[in-house]
């Protein structure tokens, strides 16, 4: 089944104690990118990727890194977690930059204390 | 700037009722997409529609129909006779195209809760 995998969907971590947020696809798409979910603001795009080694900052990069060393992986690292980074995360993918319908994962809802 | 507004926050209908749920953006481009998602209590988001900048016709899928009118810049979605399974959060969204910098990225509205009670 065509799809893009989140791990963890759900995590309670402390303030500092970095963690990655694995995301996966299985359709060969190029294009990858993060964004998170809050309250009153809708989704907001954290990081891109346009293709492996090809990554750039979405709107809201402060406090997050990504890699994409494979075409089928773009994890999101927090180094140093904060509270305002409690969140509902999300990855998604498209085959190209102009087929721009995006497959979303099912979501990783982290609480950092 | 680009933006998106979803003016309604919260919706609340009786089932069978008709409901719409509207949008507005900004976008200083002439070629851009216009989607819905909906995101129901489980929390993945399921694509609905897209609509390119230059294909104004309204588009009816089912119990759905999409109104897009440029001249008010406005994409707003109805569900006709309402079900307890429309229930969830339906996100208006924006995107311009690779050749404008927008690189695949969606802006999106708050989103607006729909609760459909029996």
């Known amino acids: 089944e065509a799809q893009v995998t989140q791990n963890p969907r759900y995590l309670i971590t402390v303030t500092g104690k970095k963690l990655t947020v694995t995301c996966s696809q299985n359709?060969?798409?190029?294009?990858m990118s993060w964004y998170r979910q809050d309250p009153g603001l809708g989704l907001r795009q954290i990081y891109y990727s346009m293709n492996v080694e090809v990554t750039d900052k979405g709107d809201v990069p402060e406090g997050y890194k990504v890699s994409r060393k494979e075409k089928r992986n773009f994890p999101l690292i927090l180094e140093s977690p904060s509270p305002n980074q409690t969140s509902l995360y999300f990855c998604?993918?498209?085959?190209?930059?102009?087929?721009?319908?995006?497959?979303f994962g099912a979501g990783s809802r982290l609480t950092v204390l | 700037a680009q933006k998106v507004t979803q003016a309604q926050t919260e919706i609340s209908v009786v089932e069978k009722e008709d409901v719409t749920l509207d949008c507005v953006y900004e976008?200083?481009?002439?070629?851009?997409?216009l989607f819905w998602y909906k995101q129901p209590p489980s929390g993945e988001l399921v694509f609905l529609i897209r609509r390119n900048s230059f294909d104004e016709q309204n588009e009816i899928s089912g119990r759905y129909s999409w109104n897009f009118q440029k001249s008010t810049s406005s994409f707003n979605f109805t569900i006709t006779a309402s079900q307890v399974v429309d229930s969830a959060v339906y996100f208006c969204a924006l995107s311009e195209p690779p050749f404008s910098g927008g690189y695949n990225k969606l802006i999106f509205g708050a989103g607006t809760r729909l609760a459909v009670h029996p």
């Open positions: 998604a993918s498209s085959l190209t930059l102009g087929a721009n319908v995006l497959t």
């Open positions: 976008t200083r481009d002439t070629t851009y997409y």
């Open positions: 359709m060969n798409h190029e294009y």
